[in-house]
């Protein structure tokens, strides 16, 4: 009787089984729930690291950092080709000691010419003046064709001789242009001023070529017709002076 009574005392004092169940499973949650704080732990562990990393690659990207990074040559190399590309776009400026000592030589040059005209006595059939291409001689058209032709006259071929001893003394590039006044002219030979423009400076230079032996890769030839009249056409007067030969001693490159 009494063994009885104690084991029934022993039996009523043990936990229920549900509760083991339950404590494991709670025990289980617990655990479930320490991994995945130690794992948000661990994240953010990481998204730190990164953005320190990202941090410090932005500042280096914008500072100088004293040790080299990573493929640091192929940027310099970059950077070099930028530089070189930007070089070869801008042009060289010109000096100024060049570009004064051009004019200066204009200078001189026209001086000797207008000289050189005085003492020929050629003021009255040549006149000397200076543009941005050079230095400009003018002949007017009544002292090397008769009207509408490009044939030299006979009293044009003496002033074209001391012209030619003057550009066989100046080693420039010279460019002739035949100029007319706006008066129509249509003939089998000329149906145009165009035409009438361009064969008298084309006379001019055949004529410095082939009978003064001056070298023929020095000169060009245009012939502009009445579109670059000196004054404006409005008397006779005036288109006398446009009906011209300008020889453009040009200034050296």
Known sequence: MNLNRKRKKKQGKQAPLWMVTYSDMVTLILVFFILLFSMSQIDAEKLKTVT?????????????????????????????ESENITELQQ??????????????????????????????????????????????????????????????????LPLLNKVATLLENIPNLVKVEGHTDPRPIKTSRFPSNWELSGARASSVVRYFVEEQELGKSRFQIAGYADTKPIVSNDSNKNMKKNRRVEIIILEKN
Not at 54 to 79: A, T
């Open 91 to 156: 042009p060289e400026p010109i000096a100024s000691d060049d570009f004064e000592k051009q004019i200066d030589e204009l200078e001189k040059l026209l001086q000797q010419i207008e000289e050189y005209i005085r003492n020929e006595g050629l003021s009255d059939v040549i006149s000397a003046t200076r543009t941005d291409e050079g230095v400009v001689l003018v002949l007017q058209e009544n002292v090397l064709f008769e009207s509408g032709e490009a044939q030299l006259i006979g009293d044009a």
């Open 52 to 80: 320190e990393s990202y941090q410090q690659r932005v500042i280096f990207d914008y500072y100088p950092s004293p040790v080299e990074l990573e493929r640091s040559s192929d940027v310099k190399e970059d950077e070099k």
